[in-house]
């Protein structure tokens, strides 16, 4: 019924990266092209590699490069 633009995902707990990974893959079946971005506590301990793997997935380390992406977007 929606169709957005970009989905943003945050992730706390670095244990739970298989489930943003699958979060992910459930998101591409249904949008093929649609933006992701993801950050959060989880990533200060690695992870960023896994985020890599996908295409149009970003990740975004502080809420400062969060605010300068939509600076550029809008």
């Known amino acids: ?3 957005p633009d970009v ?3 945050s992730l ?4 739970n990266m298989g489930i943003l990974e699958k979060t992910i893959e459930s998101i591409r079946k249904e949008f093929k092209s649609l933006k ?7 990533f200060r301990f690695g992870g960023e590699s896994v985020v890599k793997q996908y295409d149009g997935v970003t990740y975004i380390a502080s809420l400062d490069e969060l ?3 939509i600076e550029r977007v809008l």
Do not use: T
């Open 1 to 3: 019924e929606n169709k």
């Open 7 to 9: 989905v943003g995902l």
């Open 12 to 15: 706390s707990i670095y244990f």
């Open 36 to 42: 992701i971005i993801v950050g959060g506590q989880a």
């Open 67 to 69: 605010d300068k992406m």
